[in-house]
């Protein structure tokens, strides 16, 4: 396959490497590509802002949140793993 | 001789709470979550033959309450979704990771203040999330929030890596814009 070295991206391409790498999926190549366009793209600059948050929210919510079984909930998950356990 | 091995008999003490908050945060119903940890010690039991002990038995639990969620996920998508995406990305997905090998972050590091914030947090996440198509909800949660690879959600949903991105990238923007008018 041919390799594009065209260090030039349009927005849809610039957004879309913005989105892998939200998810570290980008390339280093493509990582410039995405720098040198947020230079002069105001456009896709607030988009890569917006991005980032959205990420760093997700992370802190997913990170941090915290919810238990009650007693008796985990008491009758502990007899019913049990029953299985003898059989 | 294997790194890690099983102990059933604690399984419910050391790990319930564990996947009961991995698993509730993604599926927001605490019934079908209490129901989806009880597989997943159900399951674990009936393939504890298939453990290698290369993983922690945590992270082994985790790797099969990864695959229940995906069932759950799949249970409650019909399939109008099917027809949603056609249009395409130029990229190709690159495969990554292995159900053993994931790993997922401690929750259990907080303090009263981050919490409450954090239950606002995760409220305007869920609500913004709500406002999704159905679809590109459970691929946005599967890709962001469970942390699942390209190629696991590409087979699940029958798409390709280009779909993928362009549903995310939909995701992304709405998502943004909500969170944006109700949290940022």
């Not at chain 1, 041919?2 to 892998?20: L, R, S, T």
């Not at chain 2, 509730?24 to 119903?29: A, M, P, Q, T």
């Not at chain 2, 981050?114 to 198509?133: F, R, Y």
Request: with cysteine.
């Amino acid at each position: 396959m041919k390799k594009d070295y065209n260090i030039f991206i349009p927005c849809d391409e610039a957004q879309h490497v913005c989105d892998k790498s939200q998810y570290n999926e980008a390339s280093l190549l493509e990582k410039i590509k995405l720098s040198l366009h947020l230079a002069f793209c105001k456009v896709c600059l607030q988009y890569n802002r917006n991005n980032t948050k959205l990420t760093a929210v997700i992370k802190k919510s997913n990170s941090q949140e915290s919810l238990h079984l009650e007693l008796s909930e985990k008491n009758s998950l502990q007899s019913m793993f049990e029953k299985e356990l003898r059989k | 001789m294997a790194e890690h091995q099983l102990n059933p008999n604690t399984w419910i003490d050391k790990y319930s709470d564990y996947l009961f908050n991995y698993t509730i945060v993604r599926v927001d119903d605490r019934e079908i979550a209490k129901d989806i940890v009880q597989e997943t010690f159900f399951a674990g039991l009936r393939s504890m033959k298939n453990f290698k002990g290369e993983a922690s038995e945590r992270t082994w639990l985790i790797s099969i309450l990864k695959r229940k969620i995906i069932d759950h996920y799949r249970k409650i998508n019909s399939n109008k979704g099917k027809a949603e995406v056609r249009m395409a990305y130029n990229s190709d997905s690159e495969t990554e990771g292995d159900w053993l090998e994931e790993r997922v972050a401690d929750p259990y590091a907080e303090n009263a203040e981050n919490k409450i914030e954090n239950n606002e947090l995760g409220k305007a996440i869920q609500n913004c999330l709500s406002k999704l198509p159905e679809k590109q909800a459970t691929i946005f949660r599967m890709k962001t929030i469970d942390g699942f690879d390209t190629e696991t959600i590409c087979n699940e949903f029958d798409i390709t890596a280009s779909n993928l991105w362009v549903i995310i990238h939909r995701a992304r923007t709405a998502m943004a814009a909500c969170m944006e008018k109700n949290w940022f």
